[in-house]
């Protein structure tokens, strides 16, 4: 049974900084690429930050360029999103994926449960 399972979200003042984790099990995790997604109350899933298996490749969601860092340690089974200089809109469910690279592009084959983010003006 694969199980995502996201930590780290809470509540911060905007400037702030939290760090979000994401332990994978069930699953070969060095062979997923891991993303990172985010729900904002009324809003659709949008797409936050990726890193590929190897770490090799790593893409962001532009308005998160130059604030969040993602990373893996393939030993541990585990995808972090450091995320620094926190803003109001940031407020979300974040939610780690483990991907495939299917046709042309990144297909999300598992998700987590999320973990609440909420950042204060």
């Known amino acids: 049974q694969v199980q995502l399972v996201e930590s780290g979200g809470g509540l911060v003042p905007a400037g702030g900084s939290l760090r979000l984790s994401c332990a994978a099990s069930?699953?070969?995790?060095?062979?997923?690429?891991m993303g990172w997604f985010r729900q904002a109350p009324g809003k659709e899933r949008e797409f936050v930050a990726r890193?590929?298996?190897?770490?090799?490749?790593?893409y962001y969601e532009d308005s998160v360029k130059g604030r969040f860092t993602i990373s893996r340690d393939n030993d541990k089974n585990t995808v972090y999103l450091q995320m620094n200089n926190l803003k109001p809109e940031d407020t979300a469910v974040y939610y780690c994926a483990a991907e495939r690279y299917r046709f042309g592009t990144y297909v999300v084959h598992y998700w987590g449960q999320g973990t609440q983010v909420t950042v204060s003006s």
């Open positions: 069930g699953l070969t995790f060095s062979t997923y690429h």
């Open positions: 890193i590929t298996w190897t770490g090799t490749n790593i």
